[in-house]
Each structure stands twice: as structure tokens, then as C-alpha cells.
């Protein structure tokens, strides 16, 4: 995981995700084990990402969605 990321202290990142420098992930969302997230990613509030997902470098996913 990058130490560089901004994780909301309302998220859960589960160990085992991998997390691209300057990405943010903001309340309530959910990270898998097994997920792939590029650079600069934004997940908006209530957001699941499933394991195996892999996104690319500037993806951003609005918020409450799987």
C-alpha cells in the first residue's frame, strides 16, 4: 500500500490491496484483498471494490458504487 494514498479513517482497506501513490479514498468504502488500484484513483463515499478489480491510473468511481 502507498504510504502516500489518503485513506479516510471511516475506510477499511483489507491487507493484501494494492493501492497507487496519490489515490484517495474517502467514508465508508470498502477495499478488497486482491484489488489493484492505480495512480491518483479518487473512490467516492460507500464505494466496494471486489477482489481481483484492478483500475487504472486516474479512474475515479463515485460514490455507493460496487
Known amino acids: 500500500m502507498s504510504l502516500t ?3 479516510h ?3 477499511v482497506v483489507d491487507r493484501g490491496a494494492d493501492i ?3 489515490t484517495k479514498i ?3 468504502t470498502h477495499v478488497a484483498s486482491g484489488a489493484t488500484l492505480g495512480m491518483h ?5 460507500g464505494v466496494y471494490v471486489a477482489p481481483e478489480v484492478v ?5 475515479t468511481i463515485s460514490n ?3
Request: no cysteine; charged share 10%.
Open 26 to 28: 474517502w467514508h465508508f
Open 20 to 22: 497507487g501513490a496519490g
Open 41 to 45: 484513483v479518487t473512490l467516492g463515499q
Open 55 to 59: 483500475l487504472g491510473d486516474w479512474v
Open 64 to 66: 455507493t458504487v460496487s
Open 9 to 11: 479513517e471511516t475506510a
Open 5 to 7: 494514498a489518503f485513506i
